[in-house]
């Protein structure tokens, strides 16, 4: 090991941290001392010190644990069949329990965990030589298992989840009513459908909007055009709700598309089409990030090509006008489509998709909008940006506006502009689709506010559902919470179920009316008084906290309890056991911030190399080999966001760090895991993130890391209709036998020597330069700053007053905590919130939850034995401010 002035030692810090520290030098004698507790636990560890072992050397405290007895069977990840008695050790010897997923509740019994090891003297050989009490080392010694918090090991599972059928696959039973013909999609779409885009059968919430919206008699469509809001009966409006990877994008663009074919077929003069680009913008798609805005951009240009075969004239449009654009050149004529013999013919195209994004050229975008964007693809910010500035963008004949992710706006603040924006478009609109996996009641309050009468559109949850609207049309009408108006049959007749429908809205009415104008507090400390409010198990009362969501079934979810020493090496041991398994694979890793300064890495990089030269063309660490490393986060430049978003892509094995900026909508087919280092502040993310993976109907992991105190959240997880199964963490630690930098550094003994010199490897890369060492501090900084932003139903569960300081400050590669200055991020954010034109008082209130943290190296040390609570002194408000 290289001398970097640190040793290792499992000796568990006494009371008194200080003894930790400094001592008389006796070199000699520790060493010694070290190889013989380090011979002592191989030998425990090897042959079989288990729990009786433990119990006779001190640790009789200890119970059998559901995971962690190193020497146990080989299973890969702890998936263990368990029935809602069994116990965890029963789990833990069944054999045939591949294929579930043991659901634990944390909250039920607690024991030790196997993370938390007693102090090594205690495990040492009796007959291992030793005169006195042990020499106090003179440099800085630390140990990954000792200290750890061991409050809160799961023991008892209370559920089983049976992997089963895919939930968000492609419908395998047809009949003429779920297929897109028997929907009444244009022939044209179908055929480039099937084709061209290897789409044949649509997805269960394509079958329900496609229903709504396209099973319509052509002769409506002059009704539609010419400006009959409610052609269809009462409903103009929709919400759109289904598991992610169901394929809600082509759900909503497949029958815009469809209604502008028909509406060009019905309105043509003598084969003379009346509809062109000069009508300017018929439907806007709104996306909340970037990355999601070209993706969606990218799905419309390829649909967009159904009538071109070998021509696909609006699908190089944008790039064209791009190039054009910058020429300013708009002079141009107007050329007919090629189309190909084997499809239908159409005269002329005239619908052109385009793409305005904040990153882009405002100049080419501005002369993109005046020559006409049929349909515009954008992010809200730049859309407000040309409303108000660009006075050639037409929106006269606009129809139809989609906010895809719908609730994400809300939650980044842009409620206000959103309305603002309705209110601009309400005198001209026909229809405003609002879609997401997740639809809060954040939305539904804007949909009470701001749209006409609206649809609620929802996939069936499973077959016998989606075979029931295979007879019928289920259209699940209206939201409430747990109350779903389904259309009947003869809904299609015209006559739905109205009258129960106007009466839920009446009442939202009523609601909103009494309550009154929300006053969000954003910042809502958990009441440590008010026993319920305290107590995980009980649901929150918080609003929204207790919508239900669904999350594919064939994904399998997994977390892992690792205490905060230990967390980064059990971060690079789930990777690494990804990357030893499977080959190639594509891993997203969530973390909860990204640096405040732009082009720095989230978290210190995976690479042994200086952590800011993580470069969006990605790295490669010797920890995984043949694995490219990239990281995407909101404070990149565009351009280093779209070379890594590419590199990610095209890399055969590869893995994404990313912030919540990829947890929406991003949709690439070979992502087979999704890791989270660091929970979302509200569970509805989770649902987004995992979502990643197992898109329309494939396999799917994901594992999120937890530290002990945070257990309680499988639990709220499970309560929100989430169910996640548990990972045996020494288990996962295996995986990184053979992980280092550099070969032959010596015999490594036990699986917590390969631990602790992943840990010493990644401490040393941070101290080699100061300005690692000032990234992986901010990084820090960030992660506990983040910790104070969860929801008010999690503030129990992700409780600052909970962490260790020095712990926490290990998952960052750091030996102390560095100081605490939580007010520093607002500025980023106010300066984010003004770029997108967001008016001040939807800004986060980072004020109030700013407030500022003093410590010390010594206590916040890891030896030392206080998390904030004892930098607070108990409460928030009596912190001094002392730099
Ligand atoms: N009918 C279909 N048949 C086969 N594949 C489909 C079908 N419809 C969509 N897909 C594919 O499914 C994938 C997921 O679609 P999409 O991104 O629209 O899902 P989503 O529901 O919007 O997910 P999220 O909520 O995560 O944004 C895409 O790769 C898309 O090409």
């Not at 644990?65 to 190193?70: K, N, V």
């Not at 295996?734 to 917590?752: D, F, H, I, Q, T």
């Amino acid at each position: 090991m290289a001398d970097d002035g640190l040793q290792l030692n499992f000796a568990a810090p006494t009371g008194d941290s200080s003894s930790s520290f400094s001592g008389p030098n006796v070199k000699g004698s520790w060493k010694k001392k070290r190889i013989v507790t380090k011979i002592a636990k191989h030998k425990a560890l090897k042959f079989g010190s288990s729990s009786s072992d433990r119990q006779s050397s001190g640790a009789s405290a200890a119970k059998p644990t559901a995971y962690g007895d190193i020497k146990r069977d080989n299973r890969k990840i702890d998936v263990l069949s368990a029935s809602s008695t069994a116990t965890a050790t029963a789990s833990a010897n069944s054999s045939t329990a591949s294929d579930h997923v043991k659901v634990t509740n944390p909250a039920n019994k607690l024991q030790k965990s196997p993370f938390n090891k007693q102090p090594s003297s205690l495990q040492r050989d009796p007959s291992a030589p030793r005169a006195g009490p042990p020499p106090k080392p003179k440099t800085f010694v630390t140990s990954l298992f000792s200290g750890n918090d061991s409050t809160a090991t799961p023991t008892t599972p209370v559920h089983v989840a049976d992997v089963k059928q895919s939930s968000n696959a492609v419908p395998t039973s047809t009949s003429d009513t779920t297929t897109f013909a028997g929907l009444g999609l244009n022939p044209l779409l179908i055929s480039h459908l099937t084709l061209k885009m290897g789409v044949s059968v649509p997805t269960r919430i394509q079958q329900a909007t496609l229903a709504a919206l396209v099973s319509e008699s052509a002769g409506r469509v002059w009704w539609w055009w010419w400006g009959h809001r409610e052609w269809n009966g009462r409903h103009t409006d929709c919400m759109v709700q289904a598991q992610t990877g169901s394929g809600k994008t082509l759900a909503y663009l497949l029958p815009i598309v469809h209604r502008l074919i028909q509406a060009e077929r019905e309105l043509a003069v003598d084969d003379r089409p009346l509809l062109n680009r000069t009508l300017g913008t018929l439907a806007i798609v709104l996306a909340p990030t970037r990355e999601l805005a070209k993706q969606i951009n990218t799905v419309l240009e390829q649909l967009l090509m159904y009538s071109r075969g070998t021509g696909p004239r609006a699908a190089s449009e944008s790039k064209k006008d791009e190039d054009e654009d910058d020429n300013d050149d708009d002079e141009e004529e107007e050329k007919p489509a090629a189309t190909t013999s084997s499809t239908p013919k159409i005269s002329k195209h005239w619908i052109v998709p385009g793409l305005v994004v904040g990153g882009d050229k405002k100049k080419s975008e501005k002369a993109r909008l005046r020559k006409g964007c049929t349909i515009l693809v954008s992010t809200p910010g730049r859309l407000i940006d040309h409303l108000k500035t660009t006075q050639s963008f037409e929106l006269g004949n606009l129809r139809w506006l989609v906010l895809d992710e719908a609730d994400r706006f809300l939650e980044l603040g842009f409620e206000e502009t959103l309305r603002e924006l309705l209110s601009i478009i309400d005198a001209k609109r026909k229809r405003i689709l609002l879609t997401s996996a997740t639809i809060k009641g954040n939305v539904q309050r804007l949909a009470e506010t701001s749209l006409k009468n609206p649809l609620f559109i929802k996939a069936a949850d499973d077959e016998e559902e989606a075979e029931k609207k295979a007879d019928g049309f289920d259209l699940a009408k209206k939201a409430s919470k747990g109350k779903d108006f389904i259309l009947k049959k003869d809904a299609k007749e015209g006559k739905d179920e109205e009258d129960e429908g106007d009466d839920f809205w009446e009442e939202q009415q009523k609601r909103i009316a009494e309550r009154g104008d929300e006053v969000v507090d954003d910042y809502d400390e958990p009441d440590e008084d008010d026993e319920d409010a305290m107590d995980v198990s009980k649901p929150s009362n918080d609003d929204d906290a207790e919508e239900m969501f669904t999350v594919p079934e064939q994904l399998k979810q997994t977390y892992v309890l690792a205490p905060a020493k230990l967390r980064l090496v059990s971060l690079v041991a789930v990777l690494r056991k990804i990357a030893l398994k499977e080959k190639p694979f594509k891993a997203i890793l969530f973390t909860d911030t990204c640096d405040s300064k732009p082009d720095e890495p989230a978290k210190p990089s995976l690479a042994p190399t200086p952590a800011d030269t993580l470069p969006p063309e990605g790295l490669e660490s010797p920890l995984f080999p043949h694995t490219r490393i990239y990281k995407l986060h909101g404070n990149l430049s565009q351009k280093s966001r779209d070379v890594a978003y590419k590199g990610f892509k095209t890399s055969p094995s590869s893995v994404l760090i990313c912030t919540d900026v990829a947890a929406r909508g991003l949709d690439l087919p070979d992502i087979g895991h999704v890791v989270q280092y660091d929970m979302p502040s509200d569970v509805k993310d989770y649902v987004h993130r995992v979502g990643r993976t197992a898109r329309v109907g494939r396999e799917g992991e994901a594992v999120s890391l937890l530290l002990p105190s945070e257990a309680g959240y499988i639990e709220l997880l499970g309560r929100r209709g989430v169910k996640v199964g548990v990972q045996d963490g020494m288990e996962l630690l295996k995986s990184l036998v053979g992980a280092e930098w550099k070969k032959g550094k010596g015999k490594k003994k036990g699986v917590e020597d390969w631990a602790t010199d992943v840990q010493m490897m990644f401490e040393r890369f941070v101290l080699a330069d100061e300005k690692n060492l000032e990234l992986a501090r901010n990084a820090f900084r960030s992660h506990v700053r983040a910790y104070t932003t969860h929801t008010a139903a999690e503030k129990r569960i992700f409780n600052i007053k909970n962490l260790h300081l020095g712990h926490v400050a290990k998952s960052f590669a750091l030996r102390d905590a560095p100081g605490l200055s939580m007010g520093a991020a607002s500025s980023t954010n106010t300066k984010k919130g003004q770029q997108h034109g967001e008016k001040k008082k939807a800004v986060p209130n980072l004020k109030k939850r700013a407030y500022q943290l003093q410590s010390t190296s010594a206590s916040a040390s890891e030896f030392g034995d206080g998390g904030v609570q004892k930098l607070v002194g108990g409460t928030r408000k009596k912190v001094r401010v002392l730099y």
